[in-house]
Each structure stands twice: as C-alpha cells, then as structure tokens.
C-alpha cells in the first residue's frame, strides 16, 4: 500500500537546523509531488511547501523561504525537509504529503505519521 | 494569502446526529477546496476533494457542496468513529492554506 514512513521526534536548540526524512513506498516516487505541512499543538495544519521528486524543483510559502530547504533522494525514495534558525515557535508536528493531482485539482494522500520537533533551550 | 475560516469551532453532537460544518474562503477558489479528518495523535486522512467529490472507500454519510467561497461539510448520521477534527483546505493557490479546524465531541 500506499505509505509515507518519517524519522523520528527531535529535541532542537534555538537557532539550530533540523532535517525531517520522509520515505516514499507503494507507488513511483518520482510520480507524486510531496509537501510538507506543519501543525502547531492546538493548531489547523500550515502548508510549508512542495518538492517534485522527478526534477527536485520546489516551492516554498513566503514564510518559510530563506530558512526551508526541500530535497529528495530518488535512489532510495525518501524527501527532506530542512529547517534553520529554529525558533521556539518552530514547535510543532511535521507532515509529508503525497499530492495527488487530477487535472487542475490537487490533494493531499497519504500523509506521513508525523514528526514531532520540539525547540526549546 | 487566502483566509479559511470554519464554523462552529466545535460542537457536540449525539450518534445518529446530523451534523453540518460550515468553511468560507477570504476571495473565491472555485470548487478548490478538500476535506481533512483528524483524530488525536493520527495524522490528517483525506475525505474529500472539489468540494463534493468523495474519496474511494469514504461512508457516504459523509458528503460535501458549495463553490466560490462558501462551502459545507455534512454527515448525515454520525458514527462513533466519526468523532474526530475536521479541517478545510484550499488547493487554489499557494499557499495551500487550511481552515482552523472544527472538532465534534460526543454530546
């Protein structure tokens, strides 16, 4: 089946860099764009942006861009996500996504299970 | 950016219940707009995507209208297992912003 598999939960300092894994299995990966989504505690989810596996174009959200950076690694199916100059509000649940597209409409599935970061000093 | 905005923010409701969520957009998305559900400590699963169109293998009580900027999330008769957060989410343009959530609690 279908399924997005990410690392594990980390505990950041501020102002360091955390990078999230997501591998890909069940489809061809170089077929689906992924995203990636953030939902603080309490909070609806926030899209980050996306990364075509296929060409390793991407698109970051105005707010992420300079300190997000998304990549892939087709060999073994897998996206990243990097983040730097963490900040204590940089505390949340990190999504991957498989975008699915027909047409001009999109959506996201799977999600991976999430990976909890935690910045704190 | 687009605003997505949800009501209610949560309500409580019985099973058997009819229940309808309400998600307006900030400027029109067509009919660019997906339905998330979210249980605690799982990760958002997909219901449905153009406003209407069901995803394979979701109940049918579960159904969706609206285009433009008003848009409903309905389930006809609601299942223990359909407690959960329901979140909107614009597929328009970037970014792909989501509604904050409405939460269903057993009454």
């Known amino acids: 089946q279908v399924q997005l598999v990410q690392s594990g939960a980390e505990v950041k300092k501020p102002g360091a860099s955390l990078k999230v894994s997501c591998k890909a299995s069940?489809?061809?990966?170089?077929?689906?764009?992924i995203h990636w989504v953030r939902q603080a505690p309490g909070q609806g989810p926030e899209w980050m942006g996306w990364i075509n596996p296929n060409s390793a174009a991407t698109n970051y959200a105005q707010k992420f861009q300079g300190r997000v950076t998304m990549t892939r690694d087709t060999s073994i199916s897998t996206a990243y996500m990097e983040l730097s100059r963490l900040r204590s509000d940089d505390t949340a649940l990190y999504y991957c996504a498989r975008a699915v597209y027909s047409g001009s409409l999109h959506w996201f599935d799977p999600w991976g299970q999430g990976t909890l970061v935690t910045v704190s000093s | 950016d687009i605003q997505m905005t949800q009501s209610p923010s949560s309500l409580s409701a019985s099973v058997g219940d009819r229940v309808t969520i309400t998600c307006r957009a900030s400027?029109?998305?067509?009919?660019?707009l997906n339905w998330y559900q979210q249980k605690p400590g799982k990760a958002p699963k997909f219901l449905i995507y153009?406003?209407?169109s069901l995803q394979s293998g979701v109940p049918s009580r579960f159904s969706g209208s609206g285009a433009g900027t008003d848009f409903t999330l309905t389930i006809s008769s609601l299942q223990p297992e359909d407690f959960a957060t329901y979140y909107c989410q614009q597929s328009h343009s970037t970014p792909f912003t989501f509604g904050p959530g409405t939460k269903i609690d057993i009454k």
């Open positions: 069940g489809y061809t990966f170089t077929g689906y764009f």
């Open positions: 400027q029109s998305i067509s009919v660019y």
């Open positions: 153009a406003a209407s």
